[in-house]
């Protein structure tokens, strides 16, 4: 089940692992931004079915059951044409079909990683965004 909380720039969190994401919440709301959560790739997809525009990234555990990453994410930036995709995995993950599809709204985080590095990658991201006016 999916939570959202107000501020900044909205953030897709999703993840299998309650803990991560629970972590990774907390964390990104107190650095101003609004997270919605989803623990499967199949809530992931319905919230952004329900509000295609609504976020400005999402952060994909690249090793979930259901959908597979790459098919999620190619779903989410065809619904959004202005949304980024963070895949997060602690494998090596091949991401260069997704960067293909939507140059320079793609990239990768390796696990483990600290919050500080996820909000300096979302920065990279919406920064990105920012400079190409998109």
Do not use: C, W
């Amino acid at each position: 089940m999916g939570t959202t909380r107000p501020g900044g720039p909205r953030i897709l969190l999703v993840d299998d692992e309650p803990s991560l994401l629970q972590m990774m919440s907390v964390y990104l709301e107190r650095r101003g931004y609004t997270v919605t959560t989803a623990a499967s790739t199949h809530r992931a997809s319905a919230l952004a079915e329900e509000q295609p525009q609504a976020f400005a990234v999402a952060v994909l555990d690249a090793t979930m059951p259901g959908l597979s990453m790459e098919t999620l994410a190619l779903k989410l930036l065809n619904l959004n044409p202005s949304l980024h995709v963070l895949a997060a995995s602690g494998y090596p993950v091949d991401v260069s079909a997704l960067e293909a599809a939507a140059p320079g709204r793609v990239a990768f985080l390796h696990k483990p990683f600290t919050p500080e590095m996820l909000a300096a990658a979302l920065r990279r991201m919406l920064g990105a965004q920012e400079e190409t006016g998109v």
